[in-house]
Every structure is written in C-alpha cells, then in structure tokens.
C-alpha cells in the first residue's frame, strides 16, 4: 500500500506541476535514461520521503534539460 501511495504522490506531483513525464522519463544522457534508471535501482525497497522530494529535482532537471536543448536548436548560427 505505502509504495502505491509514494508513486501516487509523484505523478500527481509531475502532473500538477504539468511536467512532460514523457520527455523526462525518455530523456536520454550517455545511453540511458536517469528518471527510469534511478526508479529501477530502488526497485526492492521503499522510497522515504527525502526520496521523493529528490526524484522530483531529477524530473525538473531533465524537463529544464530538454527545453534548454530545443531552445539552443532553435538558435541560428550565420
């Protein structure tokens, strides 16, 4: 039941925020993907509440990440 709860509290937390969960979730650096890696190493345990909080930066990160770089492409270079 907590686990339930805890993904819970992030999805809202993505979707409240209108965060683009699929830019973040397949946002790749260096061949993998962070948001689905760092979910996948705690797999087997459960995530404490610092936990989520810090999900939630990654997930702002790579959301910044990914405007950042559509932003730079847009940029003409003469």
């Known amino acids: 039941m907590e686990s339930c709860w805890v993904f819970w509290v992030v999805y ?3 979707d409240a925020t209108r965060c683009n969960r699929a830019a ?6 260096g061949g993998y993907q962070p948001a689905q890696k ?3 190493d705690r797999k087997e ?3 404490e509440f610092d ?3 810090h ?3 990654i997930i702002v990160a790579l959301n910044e990440t990914d405007r ?3 932003e730079i ?3 003409e270079i003469e």
Request: no cysteine.
């Open 38 to 40: 760092w979910l996948k």
């Open 24 to 29: 973040a979730g397949e946002f790749y650096i």
């Open 68 to 70: 950042l770089m559509k």
């Open 45 to 47: 345990r459960t995530l």
């Open 12 to 14: 809202s937390w993505i």
């Open 73 to 75: 492409d847009t940029i």
């Open 55 to 57: 999900y939630q930066k």
């Open 51 to 53: 936990d989520i909080l």
